[in-house]
């Protein structure tokens, strides 16, 4: 049941950072964008999902106990951030939630911990520079091929269909090792049961509750036009997706966060919300700390 908390708040949380800029800009219905991003986290979980259970439980030695510890405070930190509106990685809660299980238990590995971080760093900034280089090659494109409104129109909402499902897709295959990744390494769960239990509790999260965290992605850190969400979302998905293959389950926050960031770069800097960019800074800086400081006491009061 914790597995399947932290994916319920992994999936209204983060199904922001994949159609929440074409939602705010008015493309995509919001039914059509939870019904599609639903089905397409369940397949790159199944598909890809396995690829980066190994990274999330090599920093605690995890029986059936410490993985339901570990899970149930990342749970509960990821669902506090999205009451509070706030996008925030997944990623780091969990991986939070180990390390205060390991300090409790004795076994924390922090020298492994180097591989996650730097990949953590990367992953907006990889994010900025895809967007970066996307605003200006597919401008290119559009501006010299598309001519036709109508046309460069359908393109565009076309386009964003494609971005979002294919970041669903990703998110699905980065991000289901986060949900029930530590109860493949306490031997509960194998990697097919767990990629299909966690896809489907994400998919929950999309359906039920995500609606808050779109219109901080959508809007309130730069505003967006259909071009803009194209360009956010397809590089959101490229990043997220080239850390799984590496085996790494990165912040889809951080990547979407990077890429509109990117993109209110080429349009004019001072149109990126410096108040809003802190305030999710924050957010993630606190989520790996909240979550294990409540993975530490949970473990404590299951000793006591």
Known sequence: MSGIFLGWGLGSNDSANIFGTGVTANIIKYRTAIILFSIFVLMGALLEGPKCFATVGMFANLSTTTAFGAALAAG??????????????????????????????????????????ICWILTPIGAMIVSIVLYKVLGIFFERVILDLRLRSFFLTGGLFVAGCY????????????????????????????????????????????RKVMRTIGMRIVPMDAYSAVVSTLSQAITIHLFTQVGVPVSASQAIVGAIVGVGIIKDVKTVS???????????????????????????????
């Not at 990623?91 to 996650?116: E, P, R």
């Not at 700390?289 to 000793?303: E, H, N």
């Open 76 to 117: 509960i930190t990821v669902a506090l951030m999205s009451y509070l509106s706030l996008p925030v990685s997944t990623s780091h809660a969990i991986i939070g939630g180990l390390l205060g299980i390991g300090i409790v238990s004795g076994f924390a590995d922090f020298g492994k911990l180097y591989k996650v971080i």
């Open 167 to 210: 970041g669903a897709y990703a998110l699905g295959a980065n991000n289901v090792a986060n949900v029930t990744g530590v109860y493949v390494g306490s031997g509960l769960l194998t990697p097919l049961g767990a990629s299909a239990i966690g896809g489907l509790s994400i998919a929950s999260g999309v359906l039920t509750y995500s």
């Open 274 to 304: 410096k108040r809003m960019l802190a305030e999710i800074g924050i957010g993630w800086i606190s989520t790996p700390l909240l979550s294990g400081l409540l993975s530490y006491s949970i473990m404590r009061v299951f000793r006591g």
